[in-house]
């Protein structure tokens, strides 16, 4: 459909493809939108269905947070191990803009204006009251981090940066253009806006990300984004990639 993503290389090109034997499902910034995530998930299992033999895995870029009503639900839903379907949870720059507004509540307002306040909904918390915005975010803060349940904390806690599949790297945001994969930064990995799109370098894989959203994919020889900004559009994506075959559910 979208023709072959090749690998520049020193004297011929080749198709870029992941690791032999695998099918990998990858899923875009999901913001709180359980129902679309759900959704996917029934087409994922389907496809997977297909052509059983083999290796069947899923990768979340990160952004399960935040924007849409249902973060604790989705975070719920993504911490539950599936035998069928192994997965791979990436950190969004959201869920570690939670993480530091349960130690650090001078974050609160910034968060907020990413849509936090949604997530602490989801979690029983509200900003209702006659106290000043400091004291509310004080109050708010305490009671995320007595709502927000262990497990929730510690699988946060606990998201890798990035992955990757052969000739694939797998990150939220994006990379640093002229920095070797090796020596990124973890800011940059889910955070990187308009350096790392305004690039057309090959970065020495391609780069798979959410973060920036566009109404469809974006697939580009060094990169493809899958962001389709699902709490405002509806539409989650997942991308498959098998050998050297790109396509999307």
């Not at 946060?156 to 090796?182: E, I, K, M, N």
């Not at 305004?198 to 060094?222: D, M, W």
């Amino acid at each position: 459909m979208f023709g072959l993503l090749t690998r520049r290389m020193k004297e011929t090109t080749r198709p870029a493809e992941v690791a032999p034997g695998v099918r990998l499902y990858v899923i875009g910034d999901i913001h709180g939108r359980l129902d679309l995530l759900l959704r996917l998930y029934d087409h994922i299992v389907k496809d997977a269905q297909r052509e059983p033999a083999g290796d069947r895995r899923v990768i979340c870029l990160g952004d399960y947070v935040d924007r849409g009503p249902s973060s604790r639900e989705v975070l719920e839903f993504l911490m539950q191990s599936r035998k069928d379907l192994p997965a791979t949870h990436l950190l969004g720059n959201h869920e570690a803009m939670l993480l530091r507004f349960l130690e650090d509540v001078s974050v609160g307002m910034e968060w907020l204006a990413y849509g936090g306040l949604a997530t602490l909904m989801s979690y029983g918390v509200n900003l209702k009251g006659d106290s000043g915005d400091e004291q509310k975010l004080l109050m708010a803060q305490r009671a995320l981090n007595q709502n927000l349940p262990p497990s929730h904390k510690e699988f946060l806690q606990s998201l890798p940066t990035h992955a990757s599949s052969g000739d694939y790297l797998f990150v939220h945001a994006g990379v640093r253009p002229g920095v070797p994969l090796d020596q990124q930064e973890d800011r940059d990995l889910i955070w990187i806006r308009e350096e790392f799109l305004a690039s057309q370098n090959f970065h020495g894989k391609i780069v798979v990300h959410g973060h920036s959203y566009k109404t469809e994919p974006e697939v580009l020889p060094n990169r493809i984004g899958i962001d389709t900004g699902a709490y405002a559009t509806g539409r989650l994506t997942c991308l498959v990639l098998e050998g050297c075959s790109v396509r999307f559910l």
